[in-house]
Antibody, heavy 116, light 106 residues
Framework: EVQLVESGGGLIQPGGSLRVACAAS????????MSWVRQAPGKGLEWVSI???????YYADSVKGRFTISRDSSKNTLYLQMNSLRAQDTAVYYC??????????WGQGTMVTVSS | VLTQSPGTLSLSPGERATLSCRAS???????LAWYQHKPGQAPRLLIY???SRATGIPDRFSGSGSGTDFTLTISRLEPEDFAVYYC?????????FGPGTRVDIK
């Protein structure tokens, strides 16, 4: 069964750093396109970042220069390193597998709260 | 930029729902998808390529459209269909979502 399980969310102070992880099963992360999508409280979905199977990465303008997407093939895990966190980064972060030209498998999400 | 209308749709079970997604520039229909999102759950892929149903999606859900105008239709609303629906373009990054349409029970 294809499954994604996020971890690492929590409460962090503004300006701090946090890394969230996404453990995949049933498929190989390094052979897939993988994205992060977030939803701030009371807001809609916002695409955050993608890592292609070849290793290229892209980011939303709102996180460019602060967030880094990466993967560990040995652990079949996707990561999102978040630095210089702001209150506006408070959201549920979803790990997503991309297939074709859409997001076909979603994790349950991990909550990141940026607050003093 | 994707715009969705209406913002909220209040309907009764058994009624037909028609949700609109309009793009500021033409979108290749290959790159247009629809998702359903319920509180406390992960979003779920409904439609990809503007009109293809994802695996396991009931045939009461259908997608259509091309260019700048796309539509998601739910032919007869079931109680489990009350949720927020998002369209998304997956052309080149950033892969923007529309603001969503909430389908409420009337």
């Amino acid at each position: 069964e294809v499954q994604l399980v996020e971890s690492g969310g929590g409460l962090i102070q503004p300006g701090g750093s946090l890394r969230v992880a996404c453990a995949a099963s049933g498929f190989t992360v390094s052979n897939s396109y993988m994205s992060w999508v977030r939803q701030a409280p009371g807001k809609g979905l916002e695409w955050v970042s993608i890592i292609y199977s070849g290793g290229s990465t892209y980011y939303a303008d709102s996180v460019k220069g602060r967030f880094t997407i990466s993967r560990d093939s040995s652990k079949n895990t996707l990561y999102l390193q978040m630095n210089s966190l702001r209150a506006q980064d408070t959201a549920v972060y979803y790990c997503v597998r991309d297939w074709g030209y859409h997001h076909d498998v979603w994790g349950q999400g991990t909550m990141v709260t940026v607050s003093s | 930029v994707l715009t969705q209308s209406p913002g909220t749709l209040s309907l009764s079970p058994g009624e037909r729902a028609t949700l609109s997604c309009r793009a500021s520039q033409s979108v290749d229909s290959t790159y247009l998808a629809w998702y359903q999102h319920k509180p406390g759950q992960a979003p779920r892929l409904l439609i990809y390529g503007a009109s293809s149903r994802a695996t396991g999606i009931p045939d009461r859900f259908s997608g259509s459209g091309s260019g700048t105008d796309f539509t998601l239709t739910i032919s007869r609303l079931e109680p489990e269909d009350f949720a927020v629906y998002y369209c998304q373009q997956y052309g080149n990054p950033p892969f923007t979502f529309g603001p969503g349409t909430r389908v409420d029970i009337k």
